[in-house]
């Protein structure tokens, strides 16, 4: 949508840095990166992609170059318009948001940087699958009256993709995972499935999981390094592998035309994101199938989907005793790579993360845990005096009820007394 537009203005006035592109995810930038290479290749375009994940001081040498487009997620281009001034933002002509309503929620702080570090005669385009009230809020704030295009349909997704669900227990959901994956298989050797989980670890032991019962698949979650990232998602794309199980990251832009089942482990706590992760099959007039898996604490979820997309999902159908034959298999396949996976220090890993984030961000990772600490101290403190009150009340309430009783008793034994007299 907005590639060859900008590249027609960068071939009449070629010149860098002229075009800078915000995506949330670093798969979305570096697919949006080999759109530019392949159709500015006449051009002689030069482009650089940043993100998080990758070497800082290569990025900064590779800006200093002045390329004619940046593809950047938010949080690394802040970080390097924080720390440097070997590049300039100020000649910019086109500023794209891609996935716009997301940057707006989770990357405000680092957009607010980028803002202003960029002219203010420039061209914006946000671009979003799903409208949120903030991009509304956003385009009546506008000076200008910007131009405003949204595709009008009864639904709000393509009639192309067949959306169903599935309603399962919540202990035995992986068992059904198991069975689903292995139909597709049998009957369509040649689809691409993608699986879409809600954590990273979730993800982490599925693919282990699946890999046990030797299924092609291939896991993708911001806990991987970037490197194994783009591994596995270039052996997705080229078919290698026929599963990804992936968590949200995987669920914004990325177009793989192969992709002819999305499966959601569990059901998306908001329609957007939905609506983000089963558009990643029936693309460009294909068709193609999602599956919702439903547990008895996720009708709720359903409903508000359904109101969303305006469109009442059907009932996906399954052979129950095949998955009872599976189903103690899968259980202790499960807890294995659950233990595996504990022995390998997952967790720890995660905090490793965090504190290197944190370090990013110029924060001091031992005195945010001190502070952390000490509020959990307060915290607790309070809960305790809360409790303290609640306590003295109601020893008090008690008192007064037993007062009120002994009295009770005294009167009803005086007028016993009386009338004996």
Same mark, same amino acid.
């Given at each position: 949508?907005?590639?060859?537009?900008?590249?027609?203005?960068?071939?009449?006035?070629?010149?860098?840095?002229? #075009?800078?592109?915000?995506?949330?995810?670093?798969?979305?930038?570096?697919?949006?990166?080999?759109?530019?290479?392949?159709?500015?290749?006449?051009?002689?375009?030069?482009? #650089?992609?940043?993100?998080?994940?990758?070497?800082?001081?290569?990025?900064?040498?590779?800006?200093?170059?002045?390329?004619?487009?940046?593809?950047?997620?938010?949080?690394?281009?802040?970080?390097?318009?924080?720390?440097?001034?070997?590049?300039?933002?100020?000649?910019?002509?086109?500023?794209?948001?891609?996935?716009?309503?997301?940057?707006?929620?989770?990357?405000?702080?680092?957009?607010?940087?980028?803002?202003?570090?960029?002219?203010?005669?420039?061209? +914006?385009?946000?671009?979003?699958?799903?409208?949120?009230?903030?991009?509304?809020?956003?385009?009546?704030?506008?000076?200008?009256?910007?131009?405003?295009?949204?595709?009008?349909?009864? !639904?709000?997704?393509?009639?192309?993709?067949?959306?169903?669900?599935?309603? !399962?227990?919540? +202990?035995?959901?992986?068992?059904?995972?198991?069975?689903?994956?292995?139909?597709?298989?049998?009957?369509?050797?040649?689809?691409?499935?993608?699986?879409?989980?809600? +954590? #990273?670890?979730? #993800?982490?032991?599925?693919?282990?999981?699946?890999?046990?019962?030797?299924?092609?698949?291939?896991?993708?979650?911001?806990?991987?390094?970037?490197?194994?990232?783009?591994?596995?998602?270039? /052996?997705?794309?080229?078919?290698?592998?026929?599963?990804?199980?992936?968590?949200?990251?995987?669920?914004?832009?990325?177009?793989?035309?192969?992709?002819?089942?999305?499966?959601?482990?569990?059901?998306?706590?908001?329609?957007?994101?939905?609506?983000?992760?089963?558009?990643?099959?029936?693309?460009?007039?294909?068709?193609?199938?999602?599956?919702?898996? !439903? *547990?008895?604490?996720?009708?709720?979820?359903?409903?508000?989907?359904?109101?969303?997309? /305006?469109?009442?999902?059907?009932?996906?159908?399954?052979?129950?005793?095949?998955?009872?034959?599976?189903?103690?298999?899968?259980?202790? *396949?499960?807890?294995?790579?659950?233990?595996?996976?504990?022995?390998?220090?997952?967790?720890?890993?995660?905090?490793?993360?965090?504190?290197?984030?944190?370090?990013?961000?110029?924060?001091?990772?031992?005195?945010?845990? /001190?502070?952390?600490?000490?509020?959990?101290?307060?915290?607790?403190?309070?809960?305790?005096?809360?409790?303290?009150?609640?306590?003295?009340?109601?020893?008090?309430?008690?008192?007064?009820? /037993?007062?009120?009783?002994?009295?009770?008793?005294?009167?009803?034994?005086?007028?016993?007394?009386?009338?004996?007299?």
């Amino acid at each position: 949508a907005f590639v060859l537009p900008v590249l027609q203005a960068l071939s009449e006035d070629p010149y860098g840095i002229f #075009c800078l592109v915000l995506t949330p995810t670093r798969e979305l930038a570096y697919q949006i990166a080999e759109q530019f290479r392949v159709l500015g290749k006449p051009l002689g375009l030069k482009d #650089c992609v940043v993100v998080g994940g990758l070497d800082m001081v290569a990025q900064a040498l590779e800006l200093s170059r002045k390329p004619h487009v940046v593809i950047a997620t938010p949080g690394r281009l802040a970080d390097h318009l924080r720390s440097s001034n070997t590049f300039s933002l100020k000649k910019l002509k086109f500023l794209v948001l891609d996935e716009a309503e997301q940057k707006f929620t989770d990357f405000t702080e680092d957009l607010e940087v980028i803002l202003e570090a960029v002219p203010a005669r420039r061209q +914006t385009l946000l671009f979003s699958a799903t409208l949120t009230d903030t991009l509304n809020e956003l385009k009546s704030l506008a000076m200008n009256r910007p131009f405003f295009w949204e595709a009008l349909s009864e !639904v709000r997704t393509v009639d192309e993709l067949d959306q169903r669900y599935l309603l !399962v227990p919540e +202990t035995v959901k992986d068992a059904y995972l198991v069975h689903l994956i292995q139909t597709f298989q049998d009957e369509h050797e040649d689809w691409s499935i993608i699986v879409f989980t809600k +954590t #990273c670890k979730d #993800c982490q032991v599925l693919n282990m999981m699946l890999r046990k019962f030797n299924f092609p698949s291939v896991a993708l979650h911001s806990m991987m390094k970037q490197r194994q990232r783009f591994a596995a998602l270039a /052996k997705f794309k080229s078919s290698i592998f026929r599963i990804l199980i992936a968590t949200d990251v995987a669920a914004r832009g990325l177009d793989i035309p192969a992709v002819q089942v999305v499966i959601n482990h569990n059901t998306p706590g908001l329609p957007k994101i939905y609506i983000h992760r089963v558009g990643r099959t029936a693309r460009a007039g294909r068709h193609g199938i999602a599956i919702t898996m !439903v *547990t008895q604490y996720d009708i709720h979820l359903v409903h508000a989907i359904e109101d969303e997309i /305006k469109l009442k999902l059907q009932e996906f159908s399954v052979e129950e005793r095949f998955v009872l034959d599976i189903l103690t298999q899968v259980y202790i *396949t499960r807890r294995e790579c659950e233990i595996k996976l504990e022995g390998m220090d997952f967790d720890e890993k995660k905090e490793i993360n965090k504190r290197k984030q944190m370090i990013l961000e110029g924060k001091d990772p031992d005195l945010e845990a /001190k502070r952390k600490a000490e509020l959990a101290k307060i915290k607790k403190k309070n809960k305790q005096f809360r409790e303290k009150i609640r306590q003295t009340l109601e020893e008090k309430k008690q008192l007064q009820l /037993k007062r009120k009783l002994q009295k009770r008793i005294e009167r009803q034994n005086r007028l016993r007394a009386e009338e004996e007299k």
